[in-house]
């Protein structure tokens, strides 16, 4: 439960700087202001350096996966039950703690108030619990590794019964860490989450109309909207399962005989838990896109200094795909012995998510038609996202459907369509994001050579690695396996496949470590970046300090004039006109057909 | 899962309604000025913690209609055996109506000014909400004297994990109204409460409405009104 009645009373403590603000928080000392700090922006920099610690282990268990599938045997202390581990740790990382929490809880966090013209969070202490909780997530997580037994070795979707049997690597202690770091996330996601929420809906500045918010808020509102619903589905599962795990009940356990010994469970439903689990799973997908899609959507405009196109279809394209993205979460269990009619529906609701989806990506590339496009590293990763997500996206059409699903489940094609779809392409935003707000949260800009070698690499890298596995997922090489064996359907060709994507992973993570040292080199030595580096209109390119200070706007919060995307308005004095500028013509004159729809 | 879209469909039809009259379909792009033709909304803290407390609802509301869900679709599966209900659940319920008729009581004691009827209510939700908390216990304490245990058959777990969760709710509720008693009983004024006052109200009546939903299912009777409705529809 929490404490919703906190900061609400304002019977104690400061005076309020105007009537009907909220009151700020005020640091005393260096341990408030830098660790147990209630300012979202801090807290927003702890979620991020907390998510790349935690995303690096990630990281390196990829790295020892294509080790193992390019060179099996070559590191000894890889064996199958490792394997596993690493699969299962690797995936739930990468998908709840460092995507759900780079976006919601490090974007989230940072830009909300910034964007809205807010000065802090509508409720900063639960702010400051969300993250703290977040951290004793990872950290049990962690622990799973030291543990007796090691991690669950479950695979990231935690099947029972298998996930709790006897003979799955971690099933001793990895299962019972892992729910509960999970349950744990949850709690402090839906502090975080009712946060982000709230300050959207009732913090927002004067002249802040919904209709006038960035796409970045938009689609940051609403995946949190989307994980607030979703993430109870994976309580409920990880509850159950605990259960099931510690006091033997029998929610998804059913009348099992392992070894000739019928064990004790009896009528529980493994299909239930699938039905929990994609019922959080799926949207979970969308939870990591739409943060992605609003911020891409921000960057094209900005960099191609030319309004966003459709405006008010990206935001019900959003709205839209957030809704569709609950209706479709079977189109994961195709093979669990599904009625083909129900297999039918979830199809059909798959494909129409394809309409708004694509809709986007017009409207995107029709934004960079005739603009004045400038390649700065940001919109280097932007276009790489839009390039990606469109690939994972189409074979996302082809898994979509029934009759195409079976053949390929369960074949690295689902994990090339995947890792395209949602590790590649939000990763790509992550990194172009970074590279755009970084001017804004440091003062100093990123080195550019260093990342444009980022980005190549990077790119060009993640190609290498995902796109010759479709290939090999066309030819039936089984997803999970540790070692492939001798399966006569798979040419000796495949493992030649196998080393040049394993050789690939490897330099593409080793550029992950340019850009560490970046970050950690402009700290002190990047070029001075100013208020408004970019030439951007939103309102935190227009705080009176940069790096922002604690409460953001000086004595008088922003008055919004416009909406987020006045550039090359005709006429104008500057290339752009901030949402701030209450001059000097309307934006009526810009021509018709580029002014959105 | 059809209870959960159905309670998603609710959601979504109040956020679509409620988008729409946001000004989803103005133009901001031809818009320039202070309003964008939308009424401003100066933010204010007491609205923001009431609209904190209905998006945590939501998400209550979302977990318990996934329970109720996964509930359901084991139910279906013909060997169900429901579990025999203790009698003392009747009592609870009627105890958890009382504490919530307390607790609205006390709110519009506070609409009012009058501290008597505030302290009254809040004292008297709390108790109850402990009465209620302790009777469920026993319930617990009755089926397992039975030999109902959580893990001899999956209604029984069923019946456990729903009333824990619900319980547990109740519990952190009590948190909430414990501060805003604590307050009280340190001579805060009605102006100073009546925030805390209203928002516990409200909560206590979503975990009313939620236990009655509880309630029909664990008697099945919303089970044997599914019943009725397909038979009527076909």
Known sequence: MVDLTHGGLGGDGHAAGHAGELELYHPTNWVTKYVFSQDAKVIAIQYGLTALAIGLVALVLSWLMRIQLAYPGALAFIDADRYYQFITMHGMIMVVYLLTAVFLGGFGNYLIPLMLGARDMMFPYLNMLSYWIYLVAVLVLAAGFFVPGGPTGAGWTLYPPQAILANTPGQQWGIIIMLVSLMLFIVGFTMGGLNYVVTVLQGRTKGMTLMRMPLTVWGIFTATVMALLAFPALFVGAVMMLFDRLLGTSFFMPSIIAMGEPLDTAGGSPILFQHLFWFFGHPEVYIVALPAFGIVSDLISTHARKNIFGYRMMVWAIVVIGALSFVVWAHHMYVSGMNPGFGFFFATTTLIIAVPTALKVYNWVLTLWRGDIHFTVPMLFALGFIVTFVNGGLTGLFLGNVVVDVPLSDTMFVVAHFHMVMGVAPILVIFGAIYHWYPKMTGRMLNDAMGKIHFWVTFLGAYAVFFPMHYLGLLGVPRRYFESGDISFVPPSAQTLNEFMTIAALVVGAAQILFLFNLAWSLRHGKPSGGNPWGATTLEWQTPETPPPHGNWGAERPVVYRWAYDYSVPGAASDFLAQNDPGPGPAAAAPIGEGGR | ?234
């Open chain 2, 1 to 234: 899962m059809s209870v959960v879209l159905v309670f998603l469909l609710l959601v979504l039809g109040i956020a679509f309604w409620w988008l729409v009259r946001q000004g989803l379909f103005s133009k901001p792009w031809v818009e320039v000025g202070v309003a964008g033709g939308m009424p401003i909304v100066e933010p204010s803290p007491p609205r923001a913690a009431r609209v904190g407390l209905a998006v945590f609802l939501v998400v209550m509301g979302s977990l318990f209609a996934l329970t109720v869900s996964a509930y359901l679709m084991r139910a279906g599966l013909g060997d169900w055996r429901p579990v025999r209900l203790p009698g003392i659940l009747y009592v609870n319920t009627f105890t958890l109506v009382v504490s919530s008729l307390a607790l609205e009581t006390a709110r519009t004691g506070a609409r009012r000014g009058d501290l008597a009827s505030v302290r009254t209510g809040l004292l008297a939700g709390g108790f109850t909400a402990l009465l209620f908390l302790a009777g469920q216990l026993v319930a617990w304490w009755q089926l397992n004297a039975e030999g109902y245990y959580l893990a001899s058959n999956p209604a029984n777990a069923f019946f456990y994990l729903v009333t824990a969760l619900h319980g547990l709710h109740v519990a952190g509720g009590l948190v909430a109204l414990g501060r805003v008693t604590g307050r009280m009983l340190k001579g805060a004024g009605v102006a100073a409460l009546s925030l805390g006052v209203g928002l516990c109200a409200t909560y206590w009546h979503a975990l009313l409405v939620i236990w009655l939903v509880l309630m029909g299912l664990l008697t099945s009777w919303i089970g044997d009104f599914i019943l009725i409705c397909r038979q009527l529809l076909a």
